[in-house]
Nanobody
Framework: QVQVVESGGGLVQPGGSLRLSCVAS??????MGWYRQAPGEQRELVAS???????NYADFVKGRFTISRDNAKNTVYLQMTILKPEDTAVYYC?????????????WGQGTQVTVSS
């Protein structure tokens, strides 16, 4: 059974930093990543990373957020800096596992990030 557990969200002032962590278990995972969803908005990709370390970032976080992973621990991190009020959202971890010709996606329960003074 696959489990995906996020941690590290919270309240931070504008310009501050937070580090999100996501531990996954139960499979070997190819791509791991983070999405976010603000109230009334669609869920959007923030960043992703392959098992080989190739990264992909949304334009709105380039230069501010860094995604990394520890394959031995099946853990993905999102280091967020220079946070802005518009970064306020629920952040979701997603991990993908390849089985033959199909790719399964597993989502965490989400962690709230609030950027406010």
């Amino acid at each position: 059974q696959v489990q995906v557990v996020e941690s590290g969200g919270g309240l931070v002032q504008p310009g501050g930093s937070l580090r999100l962590s996501c531990v996954a278990s139960g499979r070997i995972f190819s791509t791991m990543g983070w999405y976010r969803q603000a109230p009334g908005e669609q869920r959007e990709l923030v960043a992703s990373i392959t098992s080989g370390g190739r990264t992909n970032y949304a334009d709105f976080v380039k230069g501010r957020f860094t995604i990394s992973r520890d394959n031995a621990k099946n853990t993905v991190y999102l280091q967020m800096t220079i946070l802005k009020p518009e970064d306020t959202a629920v952040y979701y971890c997603v991990v993908r596992s390849v089985r033959g010709l199909t790719t399964d996606a597993y989502w965490g329960q989400g962690t709230q990030v609030t950027v406010s003074s």
